[in-house]
């Protein structure tokens, strides 16, 4: 009774690590070389990541900027990036969905949607957490790119 136990906690050990520990390293190691990567490529410094140069999530889209270079990256889902001139966006509008009845969850579905000069990539969608983190961002990229 004791050997199936102690070979059940010894599975739920090995799981907890990999799932908690080693799968999160290797995640973060993938982005920083991504990240190398584009820096190098493009003349520009997106790592270090700065976040308060960084708009998005990492499990969807989010953009890093590099305001001295001019350039912007864009990552999708964490594993694929493309670093772009901050000529690329056309514009940016901030949108959200209005619940007035819900007090504590009213703005919900708050993005960015860039429109680029992308023929094969015309618009970006980038989720942000709330309203007041969207208008933050809002007056960021106005300095960035007027």
């Avoid at 056309?90 to 819900?102: A, S």
């Amino acid at each position: 009774m004791e050997i199936p136990l102690l070979l059940s906690l010894a599975v739920v050990l090995v799981l907890f690590y990999w799932v908690w520990i080693a799968s999160p390293r290797s995640i973060q190691t993938g982005r920083e070389q991504l990240l190398r990567v584009q820096s190098q490529a493009s003349g520009a410094t997106f790592f270090p990541v700065d976040p308060r140069r960084m708009l998005g999530d990492w499990d969807e889209t989010c953009i890093l900027f590099d305001p001295d270079a001019r350039k912007a990256c864009i990552v999708s889902c964490g594993k694929k990036a493309r670093t772009v001139d901050f000529e690329y966006f056309n514009t940016w509008q901030l949108k959200w969905t209005e619940y007035p009845g819900n007090p504590v969850l009213r703005f919900q579905r708050v993005h960015f949607l860039f429109e680029t000069s992308d023929f094969d990539r015309p618009t970006i969608r980038v989720a942000v957490l709330s309203r007041s983190d969207g208008e933050a961002w809002n007056a960021k990229l106005s300095i960035l790119m007027p």
